[in-house]
Antibody, heavy 118, light 110 residues
């Protein structure tokens, strides 16, 4: 069965960077793109970017452009999301999600809480 | 950033039928398919409906989806207490070249 397992909770200070991993299993990794979606407390889900796991091409949301980098390691079936210049407003749960028809999330990781506080 | 519009709350009694609406535009719902997700407190979203009206295996047929023009709807019949959750719609947006989500609807089972 498809599983997406993310790395654990992170606590960071403003200005720092965070790198969250998402290890996929149960399917051919390079056949499906992966999205990253964030959810601040009490807020809607928000798309951050996606990566074509086959060729590594990426597309980032305008809101996060310049601060987010999504990469993948095909040998480890793992996707990474790095967010830099963290501020308190970045405190959120970050999800990876494998797409399916319509290029929308089908399977989700369990989420990673990133807390940004001085 | 384009977003989809949902009512913030909905409610019903056990056994009732409730519907949740999702309004978008020509760049998202008007030209692309809609998914619906259920999110229980403290958990990741779970796919409920994909491609407007398809249910993944394991999702009860009490849940159904529809789309017309730039709007979509999720219907839940035979409401149960375990249906109490947040529900989100999503669609690909051609202008953003990425997905957009609704603001979520909190369903309360009275």
């Amino acid at each position: 069965q498809v599983q997406l397992v993310q790395s654990g909770t992170e606590v960071k200070k403003p200005g720092a960077s965070v790198k969250v991993s998402c290890k996929a299993s149960g399917y051919t990794f390079t056949n499906y793109a992966m999205l990253w979606v964030c959810q601040a407390p009490g807020q809607r889900l928000e798309w951050m970017g996606w990566i074509n796991t086959g060729n590594g091409n990426t597309k980032y949301s305008q809101k996060f452009q310049g601060r987010v980098t999504i990469t993948r390691d095909t040998s480890a079936s793992t996707v990474y999301m790095e967010l830099s210049s963290l501020r308190s407003e970045d405190t959120a749960v970050y999800y990876c999600a494998r797409v399916s028809s319509g290029w929308l999330p089908y399977y989700w990781g369990q989420g990673t809480l990133v807390s940004v506080s001085s | 950033q384009s977003v989809l519009t949902q009512p913030p709350s909905a409610s019903g009694t056990p056994g009732q039928r409730v519907t949740i609406s999702c309004s978008g535009s020509s760049s998202n719902i008007g030209t692309n398919t809609v998914n619906w997700y259920q999110q229980l407190p403290g958990t990741a979203p779970k796919l409920l409906i994909y491609s407007n009206n398809q249910r993944p295996s394991g999702v009860p047929d009490r849940f159904s989806g529809s789309k017309s023009g730039t709007s979509a709807s999720l219907a839940i019949s035979g409401l149960q207490s375990e249906d109490e959750a947040d529900y989100y719609c999503a669609a690909w947006d051609d202008s953003l070249n990425g997905p957009v989500f609704g603001g979520g609807t909190r369903l309360t089972v009275l």
